[in-house]
């Protein structure tokens, strides 16, 4: 399976993006995504994922009230819409791929990586 992460771009500080992650190669549906980040000398961290059947969607602690991870299964695609944007969002954007997984925010449970879209949120 391929993933593409697709929609970064800069920004300032209280604004949104949003994020697509556009998935081929095999049956979308059974695969929960997840949205990582990582800021440089930081280790990726989780931000969002959404189960692969029933729309359970799980958020880190600073995404949660900003961000909404979402999933289009008729166009192979996942979104992660961020608002209220903040300089400590500024990172490169990873969507990540979990066959039958429940979209939470183990990271070596995600066998399929996007190539990352960079976020940077200035001041």
Do not use: H
Request: with cysteine; charged share 20%.
């Amino acid at each position: 399976v391929q993933l593409q992460a697709s929609g970064g771009g800069s920004v300032r500080a209280g604004g949104s993006l949003r994020l697509s992650c556009a998935v081929s190669g095999r049956t979308f549906s059974n695969y929960a995504i997840a949205w990582f980040r990582q800021a440089p000398e930081k280790e990726r961290e989780f931000v969002a994922g959404i189960a692969w059947r029933g729309g359970t969607t799980s958020y880190s602690d600073s995404a949660k009230g900003r961000f909404s991870i979402s999933r289009d299964n008729g166009k192979n695609t996942a979104y992660l819409q961020m608002n209220s944007l903040k300089p400590e969002d500024t990172a490169v954007y990873y969507c990540a791929g979990d066959l039958y997984g429940s979209g939470y925010g183990i990271l070596n449970r995600y066998d399929f990586w996007g190539q990352g879209t960079l976020v940077t949120v200035s001041s």
